[in-house]
């Protein structure tokens, strides 16, 4: 398929970044790590709707990744793993980034992260003399800056009760290696024939040098990881549908297509694994940014693995009675920078009634409560008590809420607040007929149902939300 550099039009963004953080804060998606201690940089916990949004994205992945798909597998291997594994994947000694110390205040700096050096090609940040070239200070007290040196991004610890070299593990910085090192065991259990996948979602840990933009870059973070192994010669066409069927991912779950943009690496960005890599780039609200990487990493990983471990990797096919080391065709994309891009596109500030509304438009199927139910008036037990029910039952299905804590037009402002697509609201009436209303988040149009046909109601659309038919 063609790539796009730049999109001619842009939606503008919605959200800056204070507001998402303070709505994270507010409601419950994302906090600071140890706030009470105050912190610590760049670590961040999911409150009760983050896990919900967070498990709904890794969900939605899963789906598309291994459960729709008969070609490819699922994994969940350790975090730690022999520290070899490191060696051979070259991630000892390339995996770095290049870093500045300010001679006054001692600050640190990714080099291409500081204002001034965006256009920096990779040659560029190898270059001893860049910042004499460049004339770059350092932006926080405008003081002279060191030449880079690399900086090692692997978090180390050490394994059982001594501390020497021989006991050293790193904790992953990419969950892709657990895939490569269980690739036989995998197909051979499995008994997949080429081309096939094995997917996984884990925790990978980076000792960036400089995290930020909330939860865009952190040091502990999670990976939704596919290895898509393949023959060598069909490695360029399966790399390029790979492409639009990930793009495609995330403008289904409703993703504005003017905010996601196609970047290929220039030959010198390549990671020292990938033959070419194309990432999908997000318009965050503080720039063009890499949401996932697809990249052709050829035999890199299985070749430097089975030279490494003398273990053969080689691929028998019986159709053609050839052996080969397989091809990989990894597409990599982020278990919180995921969810991050749903939130900030979802976020919608419209009017109603002269009062501004803050809506969520979380596809359906993301969202952390599909269902809240609303008693009109929480005096009344018979009320409070039909509420409850429908909730209990709904809760056998899916997240549903009860809420009785304010007025009914504060209610639905919360809900829309948090994305929730469905409000049941039970009123007086309700007690008479049976039925409750059914208001919508986007449209706000309401319907009366009966009380028996609600979860019907609400499973029905989720499933032609999904884009399936309904059971
Ligand atoms: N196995 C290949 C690989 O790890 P990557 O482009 O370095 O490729 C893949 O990472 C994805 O992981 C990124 O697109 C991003 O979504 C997520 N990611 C990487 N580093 C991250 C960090 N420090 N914080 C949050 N997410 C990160």
Redesign the pocket.
């Known amino acids: 398929m063609t790539v796009t550099p730049v999109q001619p039009t842009v939606a503008p963004a919605v959200a800056d970044l204070e507001t998402i953080v303070s709505l994270s804060k507010r409601r419950g998606f994302i906090f600071p790590s140890s706030e009470i201690y105050g912190g610590i940089n760049?670590v961040w916990d999911y409150g009760p709707l983050g896990v919900e949004l967070k498990n709904n994205v890794k969900r939605a992945w899963w789906r598309a990744m291994v459960q729709e798909r008969e070609d490819i597998v699922g994994l969940d291997a350790g975090i730690l793993m022999h520290p070899q594994v490191w060696v051979t994947s070259g991630h000892v000694g390339s995996f770095s980034d290049p870093l500045v110390e300010c001679a006054t205040c001692q600050r640190r700096y990714r080099l291409d992260e500081l204002p001034g050096a965006e256009g920096l090609s990779q040659t560029d940040q190898r270059d001893p003399d860049i910042i004499e070239r460049t004339g770059l200070r350092c932006p926080n007290d405008g003081g002279p800056l060191s030449p880079p040196r690399r900086f090692d991004l692997m978090f180390k610890s050490h394994m059982g009760p001594v501390e020497e070299d021989a006991a050293i593990v790193y904790l992953r910085?990419?969950?892709?290696?657990g895939s490569y090192v269980n690739f036989k065991n995998v197909q051979q259990s499995t008994r997949k024939k080429l081309p096939f996948g094995i997917a996984q979602i884990g925790k990978?840990f980076?000792n960036?040098i400089s995290?930020g933009n909330f939860?865009?870059?952190?040091?502990?973070?999670?990976?939704?990881?596919m290895?898509y192994f393949v023959r060598p010669e069909e490695a360029a066409d399966i790399f390029e549908a790979w492409l639009p069927r990930r793009w495609d991912w995330y403008t289904k779950y409703g993703v504005d297509p003017t905010r996601l943009r196609f970047r290929e690496h220039a030959a010198d960005e390549l990671?020292h694994?990938a033959k070419k890599?194309i990432?999908?780039e997000y318009r965050f609200p503080f720039g063009w940014k890499?949401?996932?990487?697809i990249?052709n990493?050829g035999d890199f990983d299985l070749g430097n693995h089975a030279r490494a471990s003398g273990e053969n990797l080689t691929y028998f096919d019986p159709a053609t009675n050839e052996s080969f080391i397989p091809f990989i065709v990894?597409t990599?994309?982020?278990?919180?920078?995921?969810p991050f891009t749903f939130l900030i596109d979802a976020y919608r500030e419209d009017e109603v009634r002269g009062e501004k509304r803050v809506v969520l438009r979380l596809h359906p199927e993301l969202a952390p409560y599909k269902v809240a139910v609303l008693p009109l008036l929480k005096k009344r037990p018979e009320i409070v008590q039909l509420a409850r029910r429908i909730r209990a039952d709904l809760a056998q299905d899916v997240m549903a809420v009860y809420d009785d804590t304010a007025a009914i037009g504060k209610l639905y402002r919360r809900q829309d607040e948090i994305g929730t697509p469905w409000c049941v609201t039970v009123d007086v009436e309700s007690l008479e007929d049976g039925a409750v209303t059914v208001r919508e988040r986007d449209s706000m149009a309401q319907q009366r149902v009966p009380v028996e046909g609600v979860k019907r109601l609400v499973l029905d659309r989720l499933t032609a939300a999904r884009g399936g038919a309904p059971s």
């Open positions: 760049a910085p990419e969950t892709a290696q990978s980076r960036e995290p939860v865009f870059r952190t040091r502990e973070f999670e990976q939704m990881e290895q990671a694994y890599a990432d999908i890499e949401l996932e990487g990249h990493r990894e990599a994309a982020g278990g919180d920078r995921a």
